[in-house]
């Protein structure tokens, strides 16, 4: 085995291309088990922590620019007014010497549908950077999974940045697990309502071969909104629309039996998790709702 | 490779280590630091919890090759760390000194006759050490919230302890002792 010990972005970049095979570590939540377990020898083993780039996040107008390797603790701290999906998120991985080291760049390469972040990025909206010597690329969110553990990156790219829209409206993320810490997703659900275009975007965690959207429960409840003027009158959203919502996200898995849960008990947990999220998101909504009118 | 790092203070160097080789693995095996315990080995348990240039980690999930040129503090080091951070000044924890450090003292019930941290010393009072496995990332990862929050809710100590398994003690004795040391921490103020 040999240890690439990169100063910077460019020497990455480079040493990849170099050695394709080689197994990019950061925080070494994942990798460093494989190799502590036997279960992974690269050839390789191409350390990120000398990559400064990759530790910074700069917030934009519309969106958030995150370093792959800014540490889920930042992101909890720093980051809950522009990215409250993702930082409710960040805050169930683990515990905090994991969330010290780890990062969303590290969820994203593994791409376990388990991984924490890929609802809430899913339902905020994002786009991965990935660079290579041969040039950058942004991946849209949901073209980044393309199956069990596999992602659209390049044998020579590396992933930089996530671009993630800022939150334009109330954002949740609720996860199932037998304790708050330490816990690897049974399921999760993020939720993330934009009242600038009038959407509701969701995101599954653990329950299908990828993290997936709720595409046609979004598409229902956009309607429903819309056509009952919710976004305006602000009113409680009927429980029949909630309902329906729920049972359209439980469709939307395609989940498995595994030692974490049952698909039977994934399905349910994920309905019940997507009414709820939706409840808390939209009594938030309505209570600034309320208040901006009250200003005016 | 070999990789050079400061543990305790002291510049150490750590030779012939394999690449894939986990910083808790140099600490035990290499330099022969074995307060830092090897358990789960998959960051699951944090017995082998460490400062890394001052934030806490799992050294498990560290590799080595990473600390080059790092800050790391052990569990050896601990109590020279707090003597530092009350008195303000630093001259580290030598290599011969942190491998004999051992709770004996002339009584190891009592930790009397040990220099060691106010964390570890209130570990020993409140009764909280049991088979003492999970002791030293308890204790490592307890005196770094102290350090940041110095007046911690319930919440909040079990929110810092998190990622730390105990299997004897049911934790109140652990929620004790923490508990014990802020409150002696504040009495010095």
Not at chain 1, 44 to 56: A, K, M
Not at chain 1, 146 to 158: I, M, P, Y
């Amino acid at each position: 085995m040999d240890f690439l010990r990169p100063a910077s972005w460019e020497e990455a970049l480079a040493a990849k291309a170099e050695h394709p095979t080689a197994v990019p570590i950061a925080g070494g939540t994942d990798v460093m088990v494989e190799i502590n377990f036997d279960h992974r020898r690269p050839e390789y083993l191409l350390d990120l922590n000398r990559v400064g780039d990759l530790y910074e996040w700069e917030v934009g107008e519309d969106s958030v620019r995150l370093g792959a390797s800014v540490p889920y603790t930042t992101i909890m701290e720093r980051l809950r007014a522009e990215l409250p999906g993702l930082a409710l998120a960040s805050h169930t991985v683990a515990s905090p010497q994991i969330r010290n080291r780890g990062g969303v760049g590290g969820n994203l390469g593994t791409a376990s549908p388990a991984g924490d972040a890929h609802p809430a990025l899913l339902a905020a909206g994002a786009e991965v950077e990935v660079e290579s010597v041969r040039g950058s690329r942004r991946i849209p969110i949901d073209a980044f999974y393309t199956g069990v553990k596999r992602n659209a990156l390049a044998a020579d790219e590396l992933i930089k940045y996530v671009h993630i829209d800022k939150a334009d409206g109330p954002q949740q993320f609720s996860k199932v697990g037998t304790r708050n810490a330490m816990v690897i997703a049974v399921c999760a659900f993020g939720l993330a309502l934009h009242p600038s275009t009038r959407t509701v975007r969701t995101g599954i965690g653990s329950a299908a071969p990828t993290p997936v959207r709720a595409k046609a429960a979004e598409e229902f409840l956009n309607a429903a909104l819309e056509e009952g003027g919710f976004w305006d009158n602000g009113k409680i959203i009927t429980p029949s629309v909630a309902k329906q919502f729920a049972e359209l996200c439980s469709g939307a898995c395609n989940p498995i039996d595994d030692v974490r849960g049952t698909a039977s008990y994934r399905r349910h947990a994920v309905g019940v998790m997507a009414r709820r999220t939706l409840t808390w998101a939209w009594e938030s909504y309505r209570g600034t709702a309320a208040r901006s009118e009250g200003a005016a | 490779m070999r990789v050079n790092f400061t543990v305790n203070g002291r510049p150490q160097e750590a030779d012939d280590v394999w690449e894939g080789e986990s910083l808790l693995y140099v600490l035990r095996e290499r330099l022969g630091l074995p307060g830092s315990k090897n358990a789960c080995e998959q960051g699951e348990c944090g017995s082998c919890t460490v400062r890394l240039d001052g934030v806490p980690v799992c050294s498990c999930l560290v590799a080595a090759g990473q600390v080059e040129g790092r800050d790391v503090v052990t569990v050896e080091g601990l109590a020279e760390h707090a003597r530092q951070r009350s008195c303000g000044d630093a001259h580290g924890t030598a290599l011969d000194e942190a491998r004999g450090r051992q709770a004996q003292g002339t009584d190891s019930q009592t930790g009397e006759g040990t220099e060691l941290a106010p964390i570890q010393q209130a570990f020993i009072d409140a009764g909280a050490v049991q088979c003492g496995f999970c002791t030293p990332g308890l204790l490592v990862a307890a005196d770094e919230m102290l350090e940041r929050n110095p007046d911690p809710t319930d919440a909040d100590i079990r929110e810092a302890l998190s990622g730390n398994l105990c299997r004897c003690t049911g934790y109140e004795k652990i929620m004790d002792a923490v508990r014990l040391a802020a409150a002696r921490q504040q009495e010095a103020v």
